[in-house]
């Protein structure tokens, strides 16, 4: 097993009625964890770059997915990179070449014509370097304060937008919200249905950390297909490190607790990919 595409991974799971977590990276510890879950559960995964995580590493995009697409070669899991809220288009048009496979444009902060002028823009840009196009309808509540919590995704106006973008995928509002600490969530599963069978493109779950366990695999079995995990996999990997270094203080080298933060890490994407995976239709 090695890198692949999340075209392949995403049409393999949605012919199985499968999901298929995808989990950010934000440093190359994150990365190793997702590679050792994924190889625990037996399961693909999909490796997540997101705008600000480039951010925080000076803008620069190739030194991390360099890294990045590396550690999938070398992994015995099938893993695909992909670029995450992604609004910056000198960032998507960076990512031919690089070994990432798909990039989730985001226009969602946008007016709903000027959202439909631009992710058209990079779909057809996508098809051309081979790179899969995911986009947002419905303004998914959380992030940075940024979207209006309680919005819905309408599956009329989904079907136009897909339409006139030509994107691969679609992360649509349900219920759920990024950066959640607690997983309290509820999500409309009726909706999810709905849009599931009104689209004929694979519908993306955002703010997935904050969605109980049962609620996931309800998710999928209902039509969700790419479920995103980010915030859970800090709070392990953060526990984790707190923990080692409140037992001993003199601990100086950082491998001693980024070890236990990464194992930390890797047993949650393994214990969630055993909920996506295994939940189907």
Do not use: C
């Not at 947002?136 to 599956?155: M, N, S, Y």
């Not at 001993?248 to 070890?259: A, C, G, M, T």
């Amino acid at each position: 097993m090695a890198l692949v595409t999340t075209a392949e991974i995403i049409d393999t799971a949605r012919a199985a009625g499968q999901g298929v977590g995808a989990f950010n990276v934000i440093t190359l510890e994150h990365a190793e964890a997702i590679a050792d879950g994924a190889r625990e559960a037996q399961q693909p995964a999909i490796l997540q770059i997101s705008e600000n995580a480039i951010r925080f590493h000076g803008g620069r995009l190739r030194p991390l997915t360099a890294a990045v697409a590396t550690l999938a070669q070398e992994s015995r899991a099938s893993l695909a990179v992909h670029l995450d809220h992604i609004q910056d288009e000198s960032l998507l048009h960076q990512a031919a070449g690089t070994g990432i496979s798909s990039v989730m444009y985001d226009g969602s902060t946008l007016e709903y014509r000027e959202n439909v002028a631009t992710t058209r823009e990079a779909a057809s840009w996508g098809a051309e370097h081979d790179i899969w196009i995911e986009a947002e309808l419905g303004k998914i509540g959380g992030k940075d304060g940024a979207h209006a919590p309680g919005v819905r995704t309408d599956p009329a106006e989904a079907v136009e937008f897909v339409r006139a973008t030509g994107v691969n995928a679609l992360a649509v509002a349900v219920g759920s919200s990024h950066a959640m600490l607690d997983r309290t969530a509820t999500l409309d599963l009726d909706l999810i249905g709905r849009l599931a069978a009104a689209l004929p493109v694979p519908l993306v779950l955002h703010g997935s950390s904050g969605v109980p366990d049962e609620t996931l695999a309800a998710a999928v079995r209902a039509g969700m297909v790419k479920i995103n995990v980010g915030t859970a996999l800090n709070i392990a990997f953060t526990g984790a490190v707190r923990q080692t270094l409140g037992h001993d203080e003199s601990i100086v080298d950082p491998r001693k607790y980024l070890l236990p933060g990464r194992e930390a890490m890797a047993a949650e994407v393994a214990r969630l990919l055993s909920i996506i995976g295994m939940a189907a239709r």
